[in-house]
């Protein structure tokens, strides 16, 4: 505890026995009560380490003005204010405030985005809680808390152990050593380091293998990883590799601006012999005009809101660069069970030695019926079942919970199953339990495929249990348990035969075993279990298809993206499932042992065709992520175990399990899936299309009107003529479009096509051919449309002010027709729904018009930014000028679309 840890020397926790630290943390070995654990919560706080220092408010503010085009457009605010422009200087600083407020508002939301979901990734941990497991947030742990570890949990809080199976624990991150250490329930010395204190557990380290128990001895800042501040974890900053691409292209394309506009501002002074205050505002209108200087925050916010539209569709992005990579995904690997399937196992089927029984139940409750042969029977009829049911209990970690009539699993799901079916067969577990206390087990391990527990009852006796995969089980058995429970040589073929049966109707399968051993026996090595065993019998567990996976799996295909399905299970479980939920060819499947006979050639051949691979290890995941990664494909790949981690960080996006997968496999992902369900990965691949697709034409708007804006000014300069739009109109425009309406395209939603077009490859450009297209057709677009109306004004014999000031509201409607123009880039704008926008667009259109007829009709306005009156008619046509231009691009988009593939037609929605 942690008012204690101050007055009892925090640092000798590892020189007490067990049972001392469990006085001393006034405890004992099955938990505290959930009242002494509030009122403990209350007084220690929550388990959390300090939060980080954050940079002031003023300091995040005034970096938004360490900006090379800041810095240009203060030097040009000083300059103007020498030559006694004082309305230019205003406008400039205007535009200078403006952007760095609205990136200081976004920033702030950014950033608290990030940290909810950091918060929504924080470990949960399995706690001993009136006796009873529960899973509390890591937050809610006390002092006094046992809490249970397992292979890839992360350790929530420093923890002295009071059982230790095989548990080997990752301290590389306090001690430096890579190795795992071995740890043990003995105190050590009092001089003991940090890496030699075997009995200890300090939190954030990763378990690697076993399993056990400790008792929370220090939370918080109080623990060992608490007392290093260096340590501490920070918000990640909202940044991918094509965002920092995009900012040195912007920060390179200002320096070019400012190259040409140096060159153009001494050809006007000293070629054209214009006055060096006219050229040098003429100069500065064209540099604002070309420089993108919104276009990085644009990119920034576009990123929040796709971070945040993914966390909810349950995907919590723990690395901003799998954005980028979920939209070119073309391959997805995944577990079935719990992420194609409900994870809500129940056992269907029990095959002994002399019949088959079929369960019915409803979920976790531990009341159904049995039947024998079609017909109800009781359990006390026939002894197997019950010695089977005790087995079951025994070799278990599980514990169901009832919650308003409610039953629930706390722990692995399947053994929730097996927990159930003891309740049907007659046994109360926690009497069980009390009865036969577990002496020393074996965790379940991959490697082994196998869980074992040694347990002792009062009347002196001792037996093993074990439960695995029936391959594994039935080659450590000798012998089967037959009629009236007499021992008798195993029937290989008519186990193999059952299991087959089970597995052919979609049931995942697992073996019971038992061996009796001596009173005396109290620690259990493998070699123990590898000794002859007596197999009890077989049970069936079904997992049903999640309701939505058949959808999100046809949604995939429809996307050119093969779904793959990597499983433990039994083959035809595994093929059953597959038929269901419409895999693309579920009928060719490989096993592990298929794999292990495969050379990586041979693997490579045979992995583009097969998408069901069944009875496979962690292990194997990393070879069929390398075999796609050979064919050139993106891979997505899922994982909860400690073992999958190879996989995850090799795959293209590493996709964690939140809810089963381990704090291991969390750390080597890319993304978290809070709920476990494969449509939630779908949905990731949709919002990274999105997110993608909305930083594309976020640059496909920004970078043509800036090209348009500029050639205005460039021409006139150029060719002597008189600016159509002045230098201060052009600042004008900047404030009020080049944020608002851009910021618009980062709230888009996902275009209808979106899912039905093949993936993009990982190394597209942003800036390819059709985009440079893109911006010399609407830059000349824009030249033509803003000179053509100056002209037609001057015609009409209108005055300067009012010729300008129709060419000023030209331009802007333009960049308006332009940005619902942009908006579907792959499909048609000629619909009702593209037409009518999103609540976002519309708010910055009217926060532009309003601003537009401000500026043209109040007197103080156009006073300061000389402009006049436009006629009733004028405007009209102003309007009409961005219908032409919005019915010019949508047509070439509509003759270039019909020029590509069919397959890019399909997706395109067109």
């Known amino acids: 505890m942690r008012s204690e840890s101050k007055n009892q020397a925090p640092c000798l926790w590892h020189t007490l026995a067990s049972d001392a630290a469990l006085d001393l943390a006034r405890t004992s070995a099955s938990g505290l009560t959930q009242g002494e654990a509030d009122t403990r919560l209350q007084a220690h706080g929550p388990n959390r380490l300090p939060e980080p220092p954050q940079r002031s408010a003023w300091k995040r503010f005034l970096l938004h003005f360490h900006n090379i085009l800041i810095y240009v457009l203060l030097g040009s605010a000083v300059v103007t204010a020498a030559l006694g422009h004082f309305v230019d200087t205003l406008v400039i600083l205007a535009v200078v405030l403006g952007n760095a407020v609205i990136g200081f508002v976004q920033e702030g939301k950014a950033e608290k985005a990030m940290a909810a979901i950091r918060r929504m990734l924080a470990p949960r941990a399995a706690v001993l809680r009136d006796g009873d497991r529960r899973t509390v947030d890591g937050e809610a742990l ?154 990085p925050a644009v990119l920034t916010i576009t990123l929040a809101v796709g971070v945040q539209a993914m966390a909810r569709r349950n995907a919590i992005v723990r690395r901003l660069p799998a954005i980028e990579t979920l939209g070119s995904v073309s391959v997805i690997c995944t577990d079935k069970t719990g992420t194609l399937t409900r994870n809500e196992m129940m056992v269907a089927s029990v095959a002994t030695s002399a019949h088959a029984f079929s369960i019915d ?78 002496t020393d087990a074996i965790p379940f391990d991959a490697r082994h495929r196998f869980m074992a527990s040694l347990n002792h009852d009062h009347e002196g006796h001792a037996t093993i249990s074990v439960k695995g995969a029936p391959e594994q089980i039935l080659a450590m058995c000798a012998l089967q348990r037959g009629a009236e429970q007499a021992t008798e040589p195993l029937d290989l073929a008519h186990w193999q035969a059952h299991a087959d049966r089970i597995a052919g109707q979609g049931q995942r399968v697992l073996a019971l075993a038992v061996r009796p ?299 308006i027709f332009h940005l619902f123009f942009i908006r579907n880039i792959y499909g048609t704008s000629l619909t009702w729904q593209a037409v009518r926008g999103t609540p976002m667009v519309w708010a910055t259109v009217l926060a532009v018009v309003v601003a537009q007829f401000a500026i043209t009709y109040l007197p103080l306005l156009q006073g300061i930014f000389a402009t006049a009156p436009v006629p009733l008619w004028d405007g009209v046509l102003i309007v009409g000028i961005g219908v032409v231009l919005f019915a010019l691009l949508e047509s070439e988009k509509q003759i270039r679309l019909a020029l590509v593939a069919p397959s890019v037609r399909r997706g395109s929605g067109a």
């Open 142 to 295: 006390v002092p006094g808390d046992v809490v249970l570890l397992e292979a890839g949990d992360k350790v929530p809080a420093d923890l002295r152990l009071i059982q230790a199976l095989n548990l080997q624990i990752q301290e590389a991150l306090l001690t430096g050593e890579s190795v795992p250490v071995e740890k043990q329930t003995r105190p050590v010395s009092a001089e003991a380091a940090i890496g030699d204190r075997v009995c200890m557990a300090y939190s954030g380290t990763l378990i690697t293998s076993g399993a056990g128990r400790g008792v929370v001895v220090a939370t918080g800042g109080e623990t060992e990883i608490g007392r290093i501040s260096g340590m501490l974890s920070r918000v990640e900053v909202l940044t991918t590799p094509l965002v920092n691409q995009m900012n040195v292209f912007a920060r390179w394309l200002t320096v070019l601006i400012l190259l040409v506009a140096a060159l153009l501002l001494a050809f006007g002074y000293f070629v054209g012999h214009f006055a060096f205050g006219d050229m040098f505002m003429a100069v500065v209108g064209l540099s604002v005009a070309a420089i993108p200087e919104g276009l």
């Open 361 to 438: 139940g409803t979920g976790y409750e531990p009341r159904g019926a049995i039947h024998l042969q079609e017909h109800p029977t009781s359990p006390q009829e026939h002894p197997i079942l019950q010695e089977l049911a005790r087995a079951a209990t025994l070799c278990n970690d599980a514990s169901l919970l009832e919650r308003d009539g409610v039953w629930t699993v706390e722990g692995d799901p399947m053994e929730g199953a097996l927990l159930a079916l003891s309740g049907k067969c007659g046994l109360e577990a926690r009497q069980e339990l009390a009865a036969w206390r577990r």
């Open 517 to 815: 051993v001596a009173p005396e026996h109290t620690v259990l090595e493998l070699s123990d279990v590898g000794g002859p065993l007596v197999l009890l019998g077989l049970v069936g567990l079904i997992d049903p298809p999640r309701a939505e996976a058949a959808e999100a799996v046809a949604e995939c295909r429809g996307a050119g993206i093969r779904v793959k399905m990597i499983t433990g299970d039994h083959k035809g479980t595994a093929v059953a499932i597959g038929r269901q939920i419409g895999l693309q060819n579920p009928d060719s499947v490989l096993t592990g042992a298929d794999l292990d006979a495969m050379d990586e050639m041979a693997l490579a051949a045979a992995v583009v065709d097969t998408d069901i691979f069944a009875r496979t290890s962690p292990e194997h995941k990393l070879r069929l992520v390398m075999a796609l990664q050979s064919h050139g494909m993106t891979v997505a790949m899922t994982g909860d175990g400690v073992n999958d981690a190879p996989a995850l960080k090799r795959a293209d996006a590493g996709i964690a399990m939140g809810q089963k997968g381990s704090e291991a496999a969390k750390e080597a992902a890319e993304l978290v899936l809070a709920d476990d369900n494969f449509a939630s990965i779908v949905a990731a691949v949709r919002e990274g299309r999105t997110v993608y697709d909305n930083i594309k034409k976020v640059i496909s708007w920004t970078l043509p009107t800036n090209a348009g804006e500029a050639m205005t000014i460039v021409v006139a300069l150029l060719f002597g003529l008189s600016l159509p739009i002045t230098p201060v109109q052009i600042l004008w425009v900047n404030l009020i479009t080049a944020i608002t309406l851009g910021m618009a395209l980062a709230f888009e939603p996902t275009e209808a096509g979106t899912m039905r077009r093949t993936p993009r490859r990982r190394n597209e450009p942003l800036l390819s051919g059709e985009l440079v297209w893109h911006i010399v057709l609407v830059s000349l677009l824009f030249l033509g449309g803003v000179y053509g109306m100056y002209a037609y004004a001057v015609d009409r014999g209108y005055s300067l002010d009012l010729a300008r000031t129709i060419a000023l509201n030209t331009l802007v409607v333009l960049e």
